[in-house]
């Protein structure tokens, strides 16, 4: 049974911190690891992804990725109310369909001003 | 921005009554996804569609569901008798996510009563 963890919060940061959520799986066969926004009652939208062991950084968002040790995190730097949803982390294994994601339950983020 | 557009937004359904969901994938891709969230729950595969074929179908896609490409653009998703745990947000997904490019459709919040 493939699984992919993560704390489910509510993680509280203060408007201009840096938020870090963490994410772990089960798979070693995983090779593509993604990670979605979702606002409530919304659909997920794809915010990164990252292939390779290290970090990937976009604006405000930085992934990185540990194989080894079966980790990926997001960091948020510079956190804003809108930051405020539901990240989900998102795994692809070479043993799946192409593009067969397994999600994660989520970590709720609380930005707060 | 291409989109992927859902019908409808929102069903009710009394249990044993057959539910038809429609996605309007990406045009050109012949990849995409069904996944389904119940609510409080974490995002769920539940088949992945290639060239008009079903490439993998999870446990949930047992014989009450099934998928088809009637005309060439529409994707549906058929619940031939529904349950009430059949309650839960269906998204269709495409193509498959790469490099900051799979988009999830705004979902349909179906009910069974």
């Known amino acids: 049974q493939k699984e992919v963890e993560q704390n489910s919060g509510p993680l509280s940061v203060p408007e201009g911190a840096i938020a870090s959520l963490n994410c772990t799986y089960s798979?070693?066969?995983?090779?593509?690891f993604f990670w979605y926004r979702q606002y409530s009652g919304k659909s997920p939208e794809l915010i990164m992804s990252i292939y390779s062991n290290g970090d990937k950084e976009d604006g405000r968002f930085t992934a990185q990725l540990n194989k080894a040790s079966q980790y990926v995190s997001l960091l948020i730097r510079d956190s804003q109310p809108s930051d405020s949803a539901t990240y989900l982390c998102?795994?692809?294994?070479?043993?799946?369909?192409?593009?067969?994601?397994?999600f994660g339950a989520g970590t709720q983020v609380v930005v707060t001003p | 921005e291409p989109e992927v557009t859902q019908t409808p937004s929102h069903q009710v359904t009394q249990m044993g009554q057959e539910v038809i969901l429609r996605c309007v994938p990406i045009?050109?891709?012949?990849?995409f996804y069904w996944y389904r969230q119940i609510l409080g729950q974490k995002v769920e595969f539940l088949v992945s569609f290639y060239n008009n074929e079903i490439s993998e179908k999870s446990e949930i896609f047992d014989d009450q569901f099934s998928v088809e490409r009637p005309d060439g653009s529409n994707f549906t998703l058929k619940i031939r008798s529904t349950k009430l745990e059949d309650s839960a947000m269906y998204f269709c997904?495409?193509?498959?996510?790469?490099?900051?490019?799979?988009?999830f459709g705004p979902g349909t919040r179906l009910l069974v009563l």
């Open positions: 998102a795994v692809s294994s070479l043993t799946d369909s192409w593009g067969k994601l397994q």
């Open positions: 045009s050109n891709h012949l990849y």
């Open positions: 798979d070693r066969g995983s090779q593509s």
């Open positions: 997904a495409g193509p498959p996510p790469s490099a900051e490019t799979q988009y």
